[in-house]
């Protein structure tokens, strides 16, 4: 089945413990993206990436860091969580077009 | 930074009447809409788009633009119960390759 898989679902933690939120896919898919999504303010891009060792920020990249070293996988990391960063996160992946992205199921992070 | 603006609702509708769904967007040179749904506690997952050279339909779904007036629309004819959820206006930055999202509108469908 092709799927966007993140774990994990959900997550609380504390200020400044670091922590990683993975990303795969199934489908072979070059363009990949982490986004975040607020009550009123919608989706947010913080990174995509294009392929392979090809990343680039998006909106709202302050506080995290993505590495794309396979093409399946890319990983959101927060070094210094704070408050600010509670959210629920999704990863999208695409063959090539952002337009048509699938969306992983998301990732709730409360951070206290 | 381009903006995409949609009222946030609720906007309710009785089951069978046409549900309208709008957005503007502020990139005059904006060429590739698109228009997601999310379910509550779901990820949005996409139904429909559309180019600058014309209007689409699919199904129970069609999608409308106002170039002159930048904005677009969602039409709903029908409308079910099933439909009601959060309908996300996205545009496409060519210059980055990245979605650029309105805060979505949500939609009841009353049955």
């Known amino acids: 089945e092709a799927q966007v898989t993140q774990n994990p679902r959900y997550l609380i933690t504390v200020t400044g413990k670091k922590l990683t939120v993975t990303c795969s896919q199934n489908?072979?898919?070059?363009?990949m993206s982490w986004y975040r999504q607020d009550p009123g303010l919608g989706l947010r891009q913080i990174y995509y990436s294009m392929n392979v060792e090809v990343t680039d920020k998006g909106d709202v990249p302050e506080g995290y860091k993505v590495s794309r070293k396979e093409k399946r996988n890319f990983p959101l990391i927060l070094e210094s969580p704070s408050p600010n960063q509670t959210s629920l996160y999704f990863c999208?992946?695409?063959?090539?077009?952002?337009?048509?992205?699938?969306f992983g199921p998301g990732t709730r992070l409360l951070v206290l | 930074q381009k903006e995409v603006e949609q009222n946030s609702g609720p906007l309710s509708v009785p089951e069978g009447a046409i549900a309208s769904l709008n957005c503007t967007y502020s990139?005059?040179?904006?060429?590739?809409f698109f228009w997601y749904r999310q379910y509550s506690g779901k990820s949005p997952e996409l139904i429909m788009f559309?180019?600058?050279?014309g209007d689409k339909e699919d199904g129970r779904f069609t999608a409308q633009l106002n170039k002159a007036s930048q904005y677009v629309s969602l039409l709903i004819r029908d409308s079910q119960p099933s439909d009601s959820a959060t309908y996300l206006c996205a545009v496409l930055d060519t210059g980055r390759r990245a979605l650029t999202f309105g805060s979505g509108t949500r939609l009841q469908v009353q049955p």
């Open positions: 489908m072979n898919h070059e363009y």
């Open positions: 999208a992946s695409s063959l090539g077009r952002p337009e048509t992205q699938y």
């Open positions: 559309i180019y600058s050279n």
């Open positions: 990139d005059r040179g904006s060429q590739s």
